[in-house]
């Protein structure tokens, strides 16, 4: 059986192109140097472009035979000789400066097939399609659906009555989306499931009685959510996404709860109703966060952590419950210490 390859390098390009495209001087090499492929640091050979960010890759690094690689000031006397260097500020967000050009259907999958509803999907005549939105077989489409220009709606995804989805989105493969608002540039992978009912029951000795979820899902500008990823409406208020967030699989988002803007989240982490995410947070994965604690803007939090009361601005915090990593560090050093002392016995 043949190997496809599914994203497939264009034309050679300069060395030169290469640095424009990723900001970067060329410390050593020509800048005519023809560039026909990238791969990683051990694999590299006659005309690949590699990059190199991580000491732990030294040894692949001193022992590539890639025709050029992106590297920081200080780590460019490590290239080995007869590659060329490229020197920037940022080796990974240059090498990703790169990729978007020579592979840019790899960002937002875009089949190049031309723009076709399929008689195969159903679109309820009550919903609004603005020009070139693509939909898939299987796609079912909803009275009152409004769906902005250049969207694509992937096979068998879901979208719900009066859901409003945004300009040059991909809405994956089997999503389903209601009661939400999506804005422009939302990429959505398969199998998200938002805007379904919100985990709410006032419970009793009588049997634990449903509380009807009437708000909303707000997703805003170039948010991105990996697949699988579940995110409940509002039960008497809206849950945010802030615009340019990045989710990543299987995130569990329950309601009420607020994003803010170009927050990262991790797999497998779960947000417990009516938390907050202040802007710029991240948040490793497998971590918890209980309902109604605000984590604040820029904090970063350990993956495998519980948090169970809000945390300051700024800071970077971990553990069970989760706390400042050095007051973290200590305390696992000292249980460290006691255990040691234990023994065997």
């Known amino acids: 059986m043949s190997e496809p390859k599914f994203f497939t390098m264009p034309a050679s390009v300069s060395l030169q192109d290469i640095a424009s495209w990723a900001e970067a001087e060329i410390e050593r090499g020509d800048g005519s140097l023809e560039i026909t492929g990238v791969a990683p640091l051990e694999d ?88 070139n939105v693509t939909v898939e077989p299987g796609v079912v489409i909803s009275a009152g659906a409004e769906i902005g220009a250049g969207t694509v709606i992937r ?42 009912d919100g985990f709410g029951y006032a419970m009793g000795p009588q049997g634990h009685l449903k509380v009807p979820q009437v708000g909303r899902v707000i997703i805003q500008d170039d948010v991105e959510i990996g697949a699988c990823t579940t995110i409940d409406r509002g039960a008497n208020r809206d849950t945010v996404i802030g615009e340019g967030t990045k989710i990543d699989n299987q995130v569990q988002i329950g309601h009420n709860v607020v994003v803010g803007r170009h927050c990262v989240i991790v797999s497998q982490v779960g947000l417990s109703g009516s938390c907050t995410l202040e802007d710029f947070v991240a948040i490793g994965g497998q971590t918890g966060v209980r309902g109604h604690v605000t984590i604040g803007m820029g904090a970063q939090v350990a993956a495998v952590s519980v948090v169970s009361e809000d ?30 002392r234990g023994g065997g016995s």
């Open 44 to 131: 590299a050979g006659q005309g690949a472009l590699v990059f190199f960010d991580n000491t732990a890759y030294l040894k692949q690094l001193q022992a590539t035979t890639a025709a050029a690689c992106l590297v920081t000031k200080r780590h460019k006397d490590k290239v080995p000789d007869g590659v060329a260097v490229l020197v920037c500020a940022d080796a990974y967000r240059s090498w990703a400066k790169v990729l978007a050009r020579l592979f840019p259907e790899a960002m937002v999958p875009k089949d190049p097939a031309p723009v076709a509803i399929s008689e195969r999907a159903s679109v309820d005549p009550g919903a609004s399609l603005e020009e």
């Open 311 to 340: 945390l300051p601005a700024g800071g970077r915090y971990g553990g069970t419950p989760a706390k400042p990593v050095k007051q973290w560090f200590r305390e696992v050093a000292a249980v460290r210490k006691l255990a040691e």
């Open 155 to 196: 096979a068998n995804a879901v979208i719900g009555r009066g859901v409003k989805i945004g300009r040059d989105c991909v809405i994956g493969a089997n999503c389903t989306v209601q009661h939400s608002v999506l804005g422009n540039r939302v990429y959505l992978h398969p199998g998200v499931c938002c805007g379904q």
